[in-house]
């Protein structure tokens, strides 16, 4: 009888806590006029710059087809090897990646945190949901001072309720989001003074970093209602040095204008990963990330978005593999450190393929 009521309360608590846990992650519905004055807003949502691209159904059909046949190769059979991130870097351009999109960038001193995602599930549920291959290269306590945070959009593998809070505890620094996001984080508690939003092409200066929100080729929502918020890549820019950084997105013209506009850059951080042919306007598939390198006009590629959750049908592998064979086609400079590994953009890494011993 003991174990029964001990089981029963232990549901209880988890149903309790389900309750209210999931409706805070989910966030809050963006309002008011900066959003639907924007030119980005049409018709009760936000819009990509170009039309949907018509997708033959057979696409979508062999995509759930490569779920099944690749079911085994879609996590490794090993550990994934994961580095302490070194000591904060006070001159020259150095990246690290924390895995999926998370990435630190530090330019000259200045400190700017990308898409920080530490729970162990990319979901509005710590029960279910996608979950990590590797763990965190360091605890999010542990990260040097920042000057600013900046997410790309509200998904749950690049929003992190958990992460915003924990940043909102441990650190100063602004958060700087596109459009309607700022709802979220007000409904997490995140200080009104500390939310910092950005339309497409408007800018913000903060530690001698401008920061930029530029377009990118996607959708949003973290319920059933889509496209409420704004989805953007960003540039990071400083006195000397600058970094492109896709978010996520489909491959698109816009990238070109981007290049012409805000190019060259040092180094870019692309989306390579969890793509499909049932989804083109989603994510970019290995090839396209080169080509959005090489239109952004960017000198070293360090790809993200892959190796740290299962989001699609490709082996998990398939990502890096690929980019690497069209990258020595076009002659284009790639680092891959592992999660938590250091690059000094002047002086990247040789690569080791240490994915492959996994």
Request: with cysteine; net charge neutral.
């Amino acid at each position: 009888m003991r174990r029964v009521l001990t089981a029963l309360a232990v549901v209880a608590a988890a149903v309790a806590w389900v309750a209210w846990d999931v409706p805070v992650a989910l966030g809050r519905r963006p309002r008011g006029n900066r959003v639907t004055k924007s030119p980005q807003y049409r018709d009760g949502a936000f819009r990509n710059q170009a039309p949907p691209t018509q997708v033959d159904p057979d696409a979508m059909r062999n995509t759930l087809r490569a779920l099944r046949q690749n079911k085994g190769l879609r996590k490794p059979s090993g550990p994934i090897p994961v580095v302490e991130p070194l000591a904060p870097v006070d001159t020259g351009l150095h990246i690290t990646w924390h895995g999926h999109a998370t990435s630190l960038v530090e330019l000259d001193g200045s400190r700017v945190l990308l898409d920080p995602v530490w729970s162990d599930r990319v979901s509005p549920s710590r029960l279910v949901g996608p979950r990590r291959l590797h763990k965190p290269p360091q605890r999010i306590e542990a990260l040097p001072k920042l000057d600013a945070v900046v997410i790309s959009h509200d998904h749950y593998d690049h929003l992190d309720f958990a992460a915003i809070r924990a940043l909102v505890r441990t650190q100063d620094a602004p958060f700087v989001v596109p459009l309607g996001i700022g709802e979220h984080l007000e409904r997490w508690r995140v200080p009104a003074d500390r939310i910092i939003e950005l339309d497409w092409h408007e800018s913000i200066e903060i530690g001698g970093v401008t920061l930029t929100a530029t377009p990118a080729q996607h959708f949003s929502g973290r319920a059933f209602k889509r496209d409420g918020t704004l989805w953007a890549s960003w540039v990071v820019a400083g006195s000397r040095n600058k970094v492109f950084y896709t978010g996520d997105s489909g491959y698109f013209a816009g990238y070109k204008e981007i290049g012409e506009q805000y190019g060259p850059f040092d180094a870019t951080l692309v989306q390579i990963g969890a793509y499909a042919p049932g989804w083109p306007d989603i994510h970019m598939t290995p090839e396209e990330g080169i080509d959005a390198h090489v239109d952004v006009r960017g000198e070293l590629l360090i790809p993200v978005h892959w190796a740290t959750f299962s989001l699609a049908p490709h082996p998990w592998t398939d990502p890096v593999d690929r980019l690497l064979v069209e990258a020595e086609k076009r002659g284009v400079t790639v680092a891959i450190p592992k999660p938590g590994e250091h690059v000094d953009v002047t002086v990247p890494p040789k690569l080791d393929y240490w994915w492959k011993d996994c």
